[in-house]
């Protein structure tokens, strides 16, 4: 009865467990945001703020769907992915270039939320590990928090493709680097796993926005100069084949490991 009783009150967090499979999809989904939000404001000619305005309102609506579900769901969590993305494609472009802030600007003013609302997580609830992603306030900071890096990814990659004269395979590499360099961390060192995690959620953003880039920009701008709803279609069908062959759980709070361990 007691190992029941100990067992019953062990539950899992709202988002996927972090594994190899993981970031493969995440990558995935932050080009399919670069290439769908380009497809929606430059190929049908819908412009930044409409395209923002369409986004915005189907990130919200799948944030509340997420919000409301009590298990994890990975069809539900990685259409909210995608959208979140999306919606920071649009947003950085937006406020880049209509905005006028220019990217350097609007990547400083990204950066700042980021830290703001992270910092703000980690006042209220002490961490800010993925794995207490259960209750709505800390899904609320959850969200805000990949918005926001989503948002900054787009400015970033932009920022070092155009403003560092890297071009888009240049952007891709730095990147890439900067990942290799945290999974060296991870294996490597005792460096804290949460702060892994956030820099390279945000590193896989301007990755993916890179990659996005170097398949749908002009050849004369670094890139492959395929059609964006071609590109768009080609990752989501990888997206769909990945959701469908890798395994997806979610991942335990870390209080309740112990308690399973013990039951």
């Known amino acids: ?36 939000g380009d497809t929606v404001t430059m190929t049908l000619n819908w412009g930044y703020l409409a395209g923002t ?16 579900t009590k298990t994890f769901h ?18 950085a472009d937006f406020a880049d270039r209509s905005l006028g802030i ?6 400083t003013l990204l950066l700042t939320c980021l830290v703001l609302v992270l910092g703000l997580w980690y006042r209220s609830e002490g961490t800010i590990s993925v794995d207490s992603v259960s209750t ?16 900054l990814g787009t400015a970033l990659g932009d920022w070092i493709a155009d403003t560092g004269d890297m071009g888009y395979r240049g952007g891709a590499l730095i990147f890439a680097a900067g990942l290799a360099v945290l999974a060296a961390l991870y294996f490597w060192t005792r460096v804290s796993r ?14 993916g926005a890179t990659v996005g880039d170097f398949l749908d920009k002009p050849l004369d701008h670094g890139g492959l100069a395929l059609s ?20 997806q759980r979610a991942g335990q709070h870390p209080g309740n490991r112990q308690v399973t361990e013990q039951a």
């Open 102 to 107: 220019g990217y350097t600007g609007g990547s």
């Open 136 to 151: 709505p306030r800390v899904e609320a900071f959850y969200w805000a928090a990949i918005t926001f890096s989503q948002t």
């Open 194 to 207: 949460v702060t892994l995690f956030w820099v390279a959620f945000i590193l896989t953003r301007p990755l």
């Open 74 to 91: 990975p069809a539900l969590y990685w259409a909210t992915i995608v959208a979140s993305t999306t919606f920071g494609t649009t947003m």
């Open 53 to 68: 305005c369409l986004f915005l309102a189907a990130m919200i609506v799948l944030v509340a769907a997420q919000v409301r």
């Open 228 to 247: 964006r709803p071609l590109a768009s279609a080609v990752i989501a069908a990888f997206m769909v084949a990945c959701l469908l062959l890798i395994p």
């Open 1 to 36: 009865m007691e190992d029941y009783t100990k067992r019953s009150i062990v539950s899992e967090s709202k988002v996927p467990e972090v594994t190899l499979g993981f970031w493969i999809i995440k990558i995935a989904a932050t080009t399919l945001g670069e290439t769908g």
